[in-house]
């Protein structure tokens, strides 16, 4: 048992934490810092794996500014000096964050003569096909600000009409007028021609050198109109934001005497460099979810589960995702600001659809510091309001009004009423009384029945998630292992698995900050993609091979020029579908000298079209849409993450209210040292530094051999 605690954490600033001393780790220290809506998360790993953490409120303002307060104190706590630190990989929702809250720059979009409107008719898809009143999110682009050009190109990139040079001038004279700050220039057919878009950038860059500009022939050289267009425009709606959060946040850093490489995590969970993030920003909306997915499959790894789907809640949002034979699960698209925001093809049209490739996350307006509102139907809803990390919920005592998730687990005792152990104050009377007067009263509840019906309708939001993920791909739940983690995904974990009939749910090791350590398990990655389309029958193999070739040399230039390209592996797939469908699936590329590679070729896309749709429409012919090039360099054989902890703590009881069936129990508060490898029955609270674990009646709860804390389910 000595071992096994001695492989876990301790909090810390707790009584007997060692320091850990700079002159028995004098370089290499790596360092994760993750910024949530509510919550930043950082991670500070010495060079032998040794880990310390800290959790610290947002500042929504500047998102920097919690970023560096965590790593002053990391810093002081680790007694090393910044120059120590050899490494910084961070996560951040400032890119999403701008495009759902409407705080980007002043975008103008340039295009070709006719498609001004493309934005708004987009793909003819609602989310909610039957309500007359739903609406969509407005455009990022003011019609106004939708400028046309005189110029057409046709499919394979021939000059049908050439660039009218006086309506460039026409459409630059109106960017400076309305004293826009970035520009979409999206033509027709440019992916397989960028020649006018160049031009168009050119006048625009040599008028007004300051504006941010971003040309979709170099964000997403692919085919579809409107998803180029899409793609591009939230590009330049979020780049002079993420400007200057990175360069406020690196010149921060430099103060700090940090002259450690920094890396920013995208939503595909490989990294790239600050100074190509500054241009690809849309690359970045997915920074912080990837982070959990990355570190939920490398758990999976070392545990040995197949097959897990990662849960991460946290203070605004949840999120989830499939790992399949401890293989992350990943979509070409992703779509935000809708009811649920998500990859899947099967529920579009509620947000903005962007093109780029991501790990396949659904996420709801779920999380602890979600806004709790009964409607004039007697409806309690949660979310997707947050009150965030300014002013948070009505228990912090910083001014928040309105009820949320975390003030109800305040009332029903699941967490601390003075203070979490991270040192956080909470205040049980301004929580029962915005539970009582917000949600009690209008329902017609005592306020502990308001307060745990609130959790149950939260659990139901997250259900959503997890859902989206597995029923509507195919999947059984139930076929699934469940790993929680973020500041309230162990607190909702298993009464949310045990309505899905998911059996085993695993909350691993400072659960709070999981993701951040998700960002240090991640590697350097690049996704490429080109427009190809050829019908396969037709299709050359040198041909294509000669386009793998050029990506594959772009992809190279990319790590060239970043310093990291020694040892890249570069993995080839193709987009591709019958020809006359909607949509296309996603195949590995053969390796060359395959026997029968076209044979080859249609046998893989055949064989994912019957695995994904039911069948296969043998004979018809088969296009190739797009080529893909994802180009990786491995980050080599580094310690594990351990997180050192306490053997236990001071055991106490607090009441907790379970429903009417039980009502208040005097419910056991442990840590994660008090459980051992012998199954102990709830209910159980489990309180660490950064989240609270628990286990309701009908569940166990035991460690294993990694620090994870494994909840049986009762389903």
């Known amino acids: 048992m000595a071992a096994l605690r001695r492989s876990l954490w301790r909090y810390p600033g707790a009584p007997g934490a060692t320091p850990l001393s700079r002159e028995r780790h004098p370089r290499g220290w790596r360092l994760g810092a993750d910024v949530g809506g509510t919550f930043t998360d950082l991670v500070l790993v010495a060079p032998d794996g ?22 002053r104190e990391l810093v002081a706590a680790a007694g090393i000096g910044g120059d120590d630190i050899a490494e910084i990989i961070h996560g951040t929702t400032v890119a ?57 190109l046709d499919h394979r990139g ?16 109106t960017i400076l007028e309305e004293e826009l700050e970035a ?20 006048a625009i860059r040599a008028r007004a050198p300051g504006l941010h500009v971003t040309l979709s022939s170099d964000v997403l050289p692919e085919i579809r109109e409107f998803e180029r267009t899409s793609t591009a425009v939230a590009n330049a709606y979020v780049m002079p934001v993420m400007e200057r959060y990175l360069s406020r946040l690196e010149a921060e850093m430099e103060t700090l005497g940090i002259v450690a490489p920094f890396s920013v995590m995208q939503s595909n969970g490989g990294i790239m460099t600050a100074a190509r993030a500054r241009h690809r920003p849309v690359q970045l909306i997915e920074s912080g979810p990837a982070a959990g997915v990355i570190a939920a499959a490398a758990l999976s790894r070392r545990a ?58 659904a996420e709801v307006g779920a999380g602890g510091g979600s806004l709790v509102t009964v409607a004039s139907s007697g409806a309690l809803r949660v979310g997707p309001l ?3 990390a300014t002013p948070g919920p009505v228990c912090y005592g910083l001014g928040g009004t309105g009820a949320t998730l975390t003030d109800a687990n305040v009332v029903l005792g699941y967490l601390p009423q003075k203070q979490l152990p991270s040192g956080l104050s909470l205040t049980l009377e301004l929580a029962q009384r915005a539970v009582a007067e917000q949600i009690a009263q209008p329902l017609g509840l005592s306020t502990e029945e308001a307060a745990h019906g609130t959790y149950l309708v939260g659990c139901a939001g997250i259900a959503r998630a997890v859902r989206a993920v597995t029923v509507e791909r195919g999947r059984d739940p139930r076929e699934f292992s469940l790993v929680a983690f973020g500041g309230n995904g162990p607190l909702y974990a298993a009464e949310m698995a045990r309505s899905l009939e998911i059996a ?73 579908k019958y020809l006359g469908q909607s949509f296309e699936l996603t195949i590995a590329m053969p390796e060359a000298g395959t026997p029968g590679f076209e044979r080859e070729i249609a046998e893989r896309f055949e064989s994912e079209h019957e695995r994904t749709y039911g069948h296969r429409a043998a004979g018809d012919p088969i296009q190739i849409v797009n080529l893909r090039m994802t180009a990786r360099v491995p980050s080599g054989e580094r310690p594990p993450i351990a997180f050192d902890r306490e053997a236990s703590i001071a055991i106490r009881r607090r009441p907790a209210y379970f429903g009417p069936r039980h009502g208040f129990v005097s419910t056991p508060v442990i840590g994660r040292g008090d459980l051992d490898r012998a199954p102990r029955p709830g209910p159980l609270l489990v309180e660490e530094y950064d989240a609270t674990t628990l286990v309701p009646f009908g569940c166990t709860a035991r460690i294993d051999g990694f620090g994870n804390i494994v909840i049986a389910v009762e389903v």
């Open 504 to 576: 085993t749910v695993v909350v691993p090791p400072a659960p709070g900050v999981f993701s951040a350590v998700g960002l240090l398990e991640s590697e350097i990655e690049h996704h490429l993609v080109r427009t190809f389309n050829r019908v396969l029958t037709e299709t050359d193999e040198t041909e294509l091979r000669a386009g793998f070739a050029l990506l594959e040399d772009e992809a190279a230039a990319m790590l060239r020029d970043e310093g990291r390209e020694a040892g890249a592996e570069f993995v080839r797939s193709m987009d591709m």
């Open 183 to 202: 520009v979409a220039v999206c033509l027709i057919h440019a992916y397989a021609n960028p020649a006018h878009e160049r031009e168009v950038g050119a």
């Open 158 to 173: 021939g000059v049908v009409r050439p660039l009218d040079p006086a309506s460039v001038e026409k459409a630059v004279d």
């Open 304 to 361: 040995g589960l197949a097959n897990v789907i990662s849960l991460d809640m946290g203070g605004t949002t949840a999120k989830a995702s499939v790992i399949e034979n401890h293989a992350i699960t990943r979509s070409n698209e992703l779509e935000i600001g809708g009811p649920i925001s998500q990859g899947s093809r099967l529920n579009k049209g509620g947000g903005y659809l962007l093109r780029t490739p991501a790990i396949d996350i």
């Open 50 to 71: 040794r880990a310390t953490t800290r959790k610290v409120l947002s500042t929504t303002a500047n998102y920097a500014e919690a970023v560096v307060r965590g790593i």
């Open 386 to 388: 947050s009150a965030g």
């Open 96 to 152: 999403t964050n701008a495009i759902l809250e409407r705080r980007g720059a002043r975008t103008g979009l340039v295009t070709t003569e006719g498609f001004r409107d493309l934005l708004e008719i987009g793909r003819l898809r609602l989310s909610r096909l039957y309500d007359m009143d739903h609406r969509r999110p407005p455009p990022l682009v003011r019609r106004r600000w939708r400028l046309e050009v005189g110029e057409r």
